[in-house]
């Protein structure tokens, strides 16, 4: 074995971005800023105006008519299979006989120029048989449609148990959905080659997906297809799966056309064309005891999913997995329904269905706090996992448990949280109609994909003759600096600086068969793979270096641009040059798989998790009860990043995931109308956080204990767990309205938007 080095030197050090010049300076390139050539093609879709129905009848003479089209393309037209779902053959690139919900991609205008595309493509002649729509959660449930079989984690005892508890609480809470609004819309650029070869660049997290799905669209083999992702503005899960359709949709026209096609979605067509966080009705009934131990519960989560199942095999599992959140749940009864509704599918959204999962459970920890008068912090620690109460409702045992408690003891402690409260409580005394709440949540988040196929990475490294380095991985950067975490990876590997490692755009023709870039997995999987990559490179260079040094090449050490051994050194360049001339390679690819993933759905046993990555948020508002307004007043977050590969990058994603929590549980409301329409399509009617909306004190402090696994450098995953801290927020209005009638249930729906607001005010004042 080589000597390590006592330190790391790029690992762990607050970088910037690898493209924070570019980024504020605008000249990084996305895919509407790559040089169009000669001929380039625009493309815009022709949708339905209907939510559900038969095509009757599509004439589209005066769109092929228009000035400008070059053609117009329907499912009919691709070569291959007209369908561009992940797994189960239900999304058609082009609806061809079925509309299945309002704004359904029906026709492609090629054109060119973008406008004259979209002039076109307002045209067309579409009759279409309407039926009425099924588009809410209790639509569905009359309709029993499913995208998927129903699917819970039995325990015969669970009835038995609530039955014995000495108390008992039953509800139901309201979870809305959330639009990804990522900076950057769905956006694809297709440029045919050589026969069949077709290059497309992709704004997507999953090129290998988006690879396979645009071969099988055109009908040949994936080597033919390569996808190339630089950077994304943004994705949020959004750009998983659902990249897909439009990287086949600008690949056809390409092919069909024999020139470069373009396809980048205007803002309102995005948000109609495109899935949505889950949106949930979760029902509970639990037993417990006086001191609000939970003896028993029983869940029941319906998911709206849309009209197909996308991903949401996944995203409701992993919401049934965190049903739990941080709390030991002796008998537990979890059971889901996948239900079908004639409105876009939803898809991945960060958090994976966890956020949906965690907020059930906060709403049942704070309605047995308000029964029992208790504080809610009292009641949450009580029912946090700890030796010999530790293994989760799917029987896997919480083995780093020891993190909890402390992680949240010492967020209470200089968050100043018990003397806060007790001002909060003579402020609500003395204050008709401003009340104030106070919530410290906890968050306990599995990182891992639950598809254990998933759970794997390949990586391409090139030292070049003047020790320079080229990277590439399967990973894409979406704005969350996975790419520079890896290229620390590799400049430590190598004893170099950051600056020596060249980052490339992800491509399918250099790292084949790749996972999506998602479930916080980025940094671990593809940080490991080109870990292993530059040291099987090393490795070969410090035998190069022990050769000329004479020690062995374990005792090779590389830091600061230099390889050392038995009193030597060579700098690295040099050392390069002289292994090319003895003919040593300096290429490698690196490939990592997680290990201890065991997770079999159909038996419901083994280990879905590779580790659990913990935080916890304490969140202070203001609320006026006359209007349901809320102010933000104080966030103060701890959250445990394991020993962070970045530190800068990491409070960057604990920020913005948390405001983004906070949007969706406060302002970011979807409203689909009784045809299926969705009425928030638009900025001017969806309400993102904007800086007014992040409170002036906002403290964020990062746990330092490295991860009990091996994951790389003993990190943990930040990409998603952040989003859950912006649960207190939701439990701190709770909290707020609570104090307008002690003792009595909640009923609070999020987002709490000002209507949800003054609607829970009324009903805990007894006025509806």
Same mark, same amino acid.
């Given at each position: 074995?080589?000597?390590?080095?006592?330190?790391?030197?790029?690992?762990?050090?607050?970088?910037?971005?690898?493209?924070?010049?570019?980024?504020?300076?605008?000249?990084?390139?996305?895919?509407?800023?790559?040089?169009?050539?000669?001929?380039?093609?625009?493309?815009?879709?022709?949708?339905?105006?209907?939510?559900?129905?038969?095509?009757?009848?599509?004439?589209?003479?005066?769109?092929?008519?228009?000035?400008?089209?070059?053609?117009?393309?329907?499912?009919?037209?691709?070569?291959?299979?007209?369908? #561009?779902?992940?797994?189960?053959?239900?999304?058609?690139?082009?609806?061809?006989?079925?509309?299945?919900?309002?704004?359904?991609?029906?026709?492609?205008?090629?054109?060119?120029?973008?406008?004259?595309?979209?002039?076109?493509?307002?045209?067309?002649?579409?009759?279409?048989?309407?039926?009425?729509?099924?588009?809410?959660? =209790?639509?569905?449930?009359?309709?029993?449609?499913?995208?998927?079989?129903?699917?819970?984690?039995?325990? &015969?005892?669970?009835?038995?148990?609530?039955?014995?508890?000495?108390?008992?609480?039953?509800?139901?809470?309201?979870?809305?959905?959330?639009?990804?609004?990522?900076?950057?819309?769905?956006?694809?650029?297709?440029? /045919?080659?050589?026969? +069949?070869?077709?290059?497309?660049?992709?704004?997507?997290?999953?090129?290998?997906?988006?690879?396979?799905?645009?071969?099988? %669209?055109?009908?040949?083999?994936?080597?033919?297809?390569?996808?190339?992702?630089?950077?994304?503005?943004?994705?949020?899960?959004?750009? +998983?799966?659902?990249?897909?359709?439009?990287?086949?949709?600008?690949?056809?026209?390409?092919?069909?056309?024999?020139?470069?096609?373009?396809?980048?979605?205007?803002?309102?067509?995005?948000?109609?064309?495109?899935?949505?966080?889950?949106?949930?009705?979760?029902?509970?009934?639990?037993?417990?005891?006086? =001191?609000?131990?939970?003896?028993? *519960?029983?869940?029941?989560l319906d998911a709206r999913c849309g009209y197909s199942a996308d991903l949401t095999i996944g995203v409701v599992d992993r919401a049934m997995f965190h049903s739990d959140n941080a709390y030991f749940l002796p008998e537990a009864r979890i059971a889901s329904r996948r239900l079908k509704t004639n409105t876009v599918s939803n898809t991945a959204f960060r958090g994976f269905g966890g956020p949906q999962g965690m907020v059930g459970i906060e709403a049942v920890m704070d309605a047995i706090a308000h029964s029992l008068g208790r504080d809610p912090l009292d009641i949450r620690k009580a029912n946090?996992?700890?030796?010999?109460?530790?293994? !989760?409702?799917?029987?896997?045992?919480?083995?780093?448990?020891?993190?909890?408690?402390?992680?949240? +003891?010492?967020?209470?402690?200089?968050?100043?949280?018990?003397?806060?409260?007790?001002?909060?409580?003579?402020? $609500?005394?003395?204050?008709?109609?401003?009340?104030?709440?106070?919530?410290?949540?906890?968050?306990?988040?599995?990182?891992?994909?639950?598809?254990?196929?998933? $759970?794997?990475?390949?990586?391409? %490294?090139?030292?070049?003759?003047?020790?320079?380095?080229?990277?590439?991985?399967?990973?894409?950067?979406?704005?969350?600096?996975?790419?520079?975490? %890896?290229?620390?990876?590799?400049?430590?590997?190598?004893?170099?600086?950051?600056?020596?490692?060249?980052?490339?755009?992800?491509?399918?023709?250099?790292? /084949? $068969? #790749?996972?999506?870039?998602?479930?916080?997995?980025?940094?671990?999987?593809?940080?490991?793979?080109?870990?292993?990559?530059?040291?099987?490179?090393?490795?070969?260079?410090a035998a190069e270096a022990a050769r000329r040094f004479g020690c062995s090449a374990g005792n090779v050490a590389f830091s600061g641009g230099f390889a050392r051994g038995n009193g030597q050194e060579i700098a690295f360049g040099a050392l390069a040059k002289a292994c090319v001339l003895e003919r040593i390679p300096?290429?490698?690819?690196?490939?990592?798989?997680?290990?201890?993933?065991?997770?079999?759905?159909?038996?419901?046993?083994?280990? /879905?998790?590779?580790?659990?990555?913990?935080?916890?948020?304490?969140?202070?508002?203001?609320?006026?009860?006359?209007?349901?307004?809320?102010?933000?007043?104080?966030?103060?977050?701890?959250?445990?990043?394991?020993?962070?590969?970045?530190?800068?990058?990491?409070?960057?994603?604990?920020?913005?995931?948390?405001?983004?929590?906070?949007?969706?549980?406060? !302002?970011? =409301?979807?409203?689909?109308?009784?045809?299926?329409?969705?009425? #928030?399509?638009?900025?001017?009617?969806?309400?993102? &956080?904007?800086?007014?909306?992040?409170?002036?004190?906002?403290?964020?402090?990062?746990?330092?204990?490295? $991860?009990?696994?091996?994951?790389?450098?003993?990190?943990?995953? %930040?990409? =998603?767990?952040?989003?859950?801290?912006?649960?207190?927020?939701?439990?701190? *209005?709770?909290?707020?309205?609570?104090?307008?009638? &002690?003792?009595?249930?909640?009923?609070?729906?999020?987002?709490?938007?000002?209507?949800? *607001?003054?609607?829970?005010?009324?009903?805990?004042?007894?006025?509806?």
């Open positions: 074995m080589r000597a390590e080095p006592e330190t790391l030197a790029v690992v762990h050090d607050s970088l910037p971005h690898d493209s924070a010049r570019l980024h504020v300076t605008g000249r990084a390139t996305y895919i509407d800023d790559i040089p169009e050539p000669a001929g380039t093609l625009h493309i815009a879709l022709g949708l339905s105006p209907k939510a559900r129905g038969r095509i009757v009848k599509l004439d589209l003479s005066e769109v092929e008519a228009c000035e400008g089209v070059v053609r117009v393309i329907t499912g009919h037209d691709a070569p291959g299979k007209n369908d #561009t779902s992940p797994h189960l053959g239900d999304e058609p690139m082009l609806a061809t006989e079925e509309i299945a919900f309002h704004g359904q991609a029906v026709f492609a205008v090629v054109a060119t120029s973008r406008k004259a595309a979209r002039i076109a493509a307002r045209l067309a002649h579409l009759e279409i048989g309407a039926e009425k729509p099924s588009v809410s959660v =209790e639509d569905a449930r009359q309709e029993g449609g499913r995208v998927l079989p129903d699917y819970a984690w039995e325990n &015969p005892r669970a009835e038995d148990a609530l039955a014995a508890s000495p108390m008992r609480l039953s509800g139901e809470i309201e979870i809305g959905g959330q639009e990804h609004f990522y900076l950057e819309g769905q956006a694809a650029f297709a440029f /045919p080659g050589e026969g +069949e070869e077709m290059l497309v660049h992709s704004s997507t997290q999953h090129p290998s997906e988006v690879q396979h799905i645009v071969a099988r %669209v055109l009908g040949v083999a994936d080597h033919d297809i390569t996808i190339e992702c630089r950077r994304m503005g943004g994705g949020f899960g959004g750009k +998983e799966s659902q990249a897909s359709q439009f990287a086949a949709i600008a690949a056809l026209a390409a092919r069909l056309t024999g020139r470069p096609c373009k396809l980048r979605l205007d803002r309102d067509d995005d948000f109609v064309l495109t899935g949505k966080r889950h949106d949930f009705l979760t029902r509970y009934d639990v037993g417990f005891d006086a =001191e609000g131990h939970i003896q028993a *519960i029983d869940l029941q946090f996992y700890r030796p010999g109460r530790d293994v !989760t409702p799917y029987g896997m045992t919480v083995f780093d448990i020891e993190t909890l408690l402390p992680l949240v +003891e010492r967020l209470e402690l200089t968050s100043d949280y018990r003397a806060r409260r007790q001002e909060i409580a003579h402020f $609500n005394a003395h204050s008709p109609i401003l009340k104030k709440g106070l919530a410290l949540t906890p968050v306990k988040f599995g990182i891992s994909f639950t598809l254990k196929h998933l $759970n794997q990475a390949g990586a391409l %490294v090139h030292v070049y003759s003047d020790g320079s380095v080229m990277l590439n991985h399967g990973g894409t950067e979406m704005g969350q600096g996975l790419y520079v975490k %890896v290229a620390q990876v590799v400049a430590d590997v190598f004893g170099i600086g950051l600056e020596c490692v060249k980052i490339t755009a992800t491509s399918t023709a250099k790292v /084949p $068969n #790749t996972g999506p870039t998602a479930a916080s997995s980025g940094s671990d999987l593809n940080g490991m793979a080109a870990k292993i990559a530059a040291e099987t490179i090393r490795d070969r260079m300096l290429s490698s690819t690196g490939f990592y798989s997680t290990p201890g993933i065991t997770w079999d759905r159909n038996t419901k046993t083994g280990r /879905p998790f590779f580790y659990f990555a913990y935080g916890a948020a304490c969140s202070e508002v203001i609320i006026d009860t006359m209007t349901g307004e809320m102010k933000l007043s104080r966030v103060d977050i701890l959250h445990d990043c394991g020993r962070s590969l970045n530190p800068a990058i990491d409070i960057g994603q604990i920020e913005g995931g948390f405001v983004q929590g906070l949007g969706w549980l406060t !302002t970011e =409301e979807l409203v689909f109308d009784a045809e299926g329409r969705l009425r #928030t399509h638009a900025p001017s009617t969806y309400k993102i &956080p904007v800086a007014s909306d992040v409170p002036a004190d906002l403290r964020v402090s990062l746990w330092q204990e490295a $991860n009990r696994e091996d994951a790389i450098h003993r990190s943990k995953a %930040v990409g =998603e767990p952040p989003v859950m801290l912006a649960i207190s927020v939701f439990s701190a *209005i709770a909290d707020a309205v609570h104090s307008l009638s &002690p003792g009595k249930p909640v009923r609070l729906r999020a987002p709490a938007t000002p209507e949800a *607001i003054l609607d829970a005010c009324d009903a805990q004042k007894g006025l509806a």
